[in-house]
């Protein structure tokens, strides 16, 4: 095993471990621990949910690009979609474990499953794709199992050829599923008459278009972690380089129409909300917008696809930018009480019905119309926490499993 | 038979013995309020937004026909009865907080720390408590406890455990003012039909399209 590989199982187990504990101490003393209350009871962990279903996009893309769209220089990297997509779905479900306030009853899940809540569709096709994408991964190693792996190998005369005609037969299920998890996902949020700033249309859309580009970036980052820069792979990248900007441009788009359309007609509601993100959250959109668009517009130039590490940066950027986007999912839903109301006989004013916060303390208001949450140091230890395991899932699973062999031994 | 409510603002003096008696009734933990009352237009309670201006709304659970509460709980912990009344069976919670997200009213309250901790956090003499003392299933679910999980969600449970006996809502038992009422919706010449059919009874947020079975009758002039 390679010292940085090492460096890497070092720092991801300690943070996972460190997740762990932080987990436990909120599962003792409860969700107080958070900075969630009653009129903010939404953060950090629903929008690790979002943002790891949006990062499993890539795999399954990758390999419906393949085998359904025959862009075959993707070819070597299939495996690493596949597990990127794994790794993602099954921290996506991680993320919102930790959210669930009574998580020893989740067995209520199976029990009782209320079939109009998006969220039983959602743990449904979360597990589907998780499934689907550890089959993908299978299949696809399957010619390539070695020495002790060769025991879980399935027993066919021609693997090589089996592994191709299933990874073919899948493919357009992968597809459809790779799309369900970020629709399903998104109607979560956009069912909800309640939050105007997630009641859209374009929200299901939207979701797959971020999603497309995160998941993506994040292929594309740990294949130049394990491939490096080769001539072989020039195309192979700079596809994956103009995938990932239409989607972004896509994401974009849908976004700011939708801005628009509620700028325009001005209604006083969509206005208060769109300030949320306007205003109070400026820098974060900012960000969200400007360093993924920096992202792919560096990764378009065929200059910087020339350094590992300048591609390596601007996929950081464009996953980093929507992280944030799924972040700035909680203030514009969450920073405003959805109850106002127009005062009988006022004009022109606008009445906030506070809500009682939850918690007593001696100095705080005991109704409340604004909440101002920042994630509590419990909250990002878990998230970390999620993240490490993401790392380390992949790292275990190159290091034990014919992911990038063969390319090795060319070398 | 929906059981329904009408609240008469006219009458409402805006004393809040509604919240009071809701909260001593149902055990309400520290912090959680399932009723409050607010003085609209205004800053601070019982003043006047505007130079003769005031009015008091009393707000809690409405009792939607069309619930995004229930339609979003993954476990049917969020149930409608069938007299329309909206409950939370604390046993069957697992406490995800979809329904406070999903509620235009902001009425739904989650346990975030064991009730017991937080209400020793009010520091009463001699650990005094209130609350009904009994728990009580309405067909086996759990709708009142007197302390609660930690972690689940509550709210107004139209005081099922005393419909039981036949009594009314503690807050309707408790306003000093008399302005509220309960009783059969379905029913065209009920009581409270007849007050929302005279008296220009309106809903809360109808652009919602929640349908709430609580129905308010507007204010005349303000109250002295
Ligand atoms: S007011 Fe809120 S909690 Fe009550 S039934 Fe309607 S949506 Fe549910
Ligand atoms: S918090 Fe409880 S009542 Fe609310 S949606 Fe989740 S399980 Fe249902």
């Known amino acids: 095993m390679s010292t940085s590989k090492k460096i890497g199982f070092a720092i991801t187990g300690l943070l996972m471990l460190a997740g762990l504990v932080a987990w436990g101490i909120q599962v003792k003393e409860g969700l107080v621990l958070t900075n969630m209350r009653n009129s903010y009871t939404w953060g950090l962990y629903v929008a690790g949910l979002a943002f790891f279903v949006g990062n499993a996009a890539g795999g399954l893309v990758l390999s419906s690009m393949i085998y359904l769209f025959g862009v075959t220089s993707l070819k070597p990297f299939a495996k690493i979609g596949a597990l990127c997509a794994f790794a993602n779905v099954t921290a996506a479900m991680l993320a919102i474990l930790p959210d669930i306030g009574q998580p020893i009853r989740l067995y209520n899940l199976v029990l009782h499953p209320q079939w109009r809540s998006p969220l039983v569709w959602d743990i449904i096709v979360l597990n589907l794709y998780a499934a689907l994408s550890l089959l993908y991964l299978y299949l696809l190693m399957l010619p390539d199992f070695q020495g002790p792996l060769k025991k879980i190998a399935l027993k066919v005369d021609h693997p090589k050829e089996f592994s191709e005609k299933w990874a073919k037969r899948l493919a357009p299920y992968s597809l459809a599923a790779a799309v369900g998890i970020h629709v399903i996902t998104a109607w979560i949020f956009a069912t909800q008459g309640a939050r105007d700033w997630w009641n859209s249309a374009v929200l299901a859309p939207d979701f797959v278009a971020a999603a497309l580009a995160s998941g993506t970036a994040i292929v594309l980052l740990v294949c130049l972690l394990t491939y490096g820069l080769k001539d072989e792979y020039t195309q192979a990248y700079r596809t994956m380089a103009i995938f990932i900007a239409v989607a972004l441009f896509t994401h974009i788009f849908f976004m700011y129409n939708d801005f628009f359309i509620h700028y325009w007609y001005g209604a006083t509601e969509a206005l208060d909300v769109l300030s949320i993100t306007f205003k109070k959250y400026a820098l974060a959109h900012a960000f969200e917008v400007v360093a993924p668009l920096a992202g792919v517009i560096l990764l378009l130039s065929s200059n910087v696809r020339k350094s590992a590490g300048a591609m390596m940066t601007s996929c950081f950027l464009i996953i980093a930018g929507i992280f944030v986007h799924r972040f700035l999912l909680m203030p514009g839903a969450f920073d405003r009480v959805p109850l106002t109301i127009a005062p009988l006989g006022m004009q022109n004013t606008e009445f906030s019905v506070p809500i009682a916060s939850g918690q007593y303390e001696p100095l705080m208001n005991t109704f409340v119309t604004e909440w101002h949450y920042f994630p509590s140091g419990i909250e990002i230890a878990i998230f970390l926490g999620v993240l490490a395991y993401v790392g380390f899932l992949i790292i275990l699973a190159i290091d034990r499993l014919p992911i990038v062999k063969i390319e090795k031994a060319q070398t | ?224």
């Open chain 2, 1 to 224: 038979m929906r059981r329904g409510m009408v609240i008469d603002l006219e009458k409402c003096i805006g004393c809040r013995s509604c919240v009071v008696a809701c909260k001593q009734h149902n055990a309400q933990p520290a912090g959680n309020w399932w009723n409050r009352v607010v003085t609209p237009g205004s800053e601070r309670h019982l003043t006047p937004p505007e130079k003769g201006k005031e009015y008091f709304l009393p707000i809690h659970c409405q009792h939607c026909n069309n619930a995004p509460c229930e339609k979003v709980c993954p476990v049917n912990a969020t149930y409608t009865e069938e007299d329309g009344t909206v409950l939370v069976d604390f046993e069957r919670c697992i406490g995800c907080r979809y329904c406070m997200a999903a509620c235009p009213y902001g009425v739904r309250q989650f346990n975030w720390e064991d009730p017991k901790k937080a209400t020793a956090r009010y520091g009463y003499q001699d650990g005094y408590t209130y609350g009904h003392p009994q728990e009580f299933r309405l067909k086996g679910r759990l709708v009142y406890m007197p302390s609660r999980f930690k972690g689940v969600v509550e709210k107004c449970n139209f005081c099922v455990h005393y419909a039981d006996k036949g009594l009314d809502p503690a807050c309707v038992r408790g306003c000093p003012g008399n302005a509220r009422h309960v009783g059969d919706l379905d029913d065209p010449d009920s009581r409270v039909s007849k007050m929302i059919r005279d008296k220009n009874g309106f809903t809360l947020l109808p652009e919602k399209g929640t349908k709430p079975n609580v129905y308010y009758l507007p204010p005349k002039r303000k109250e002295v």
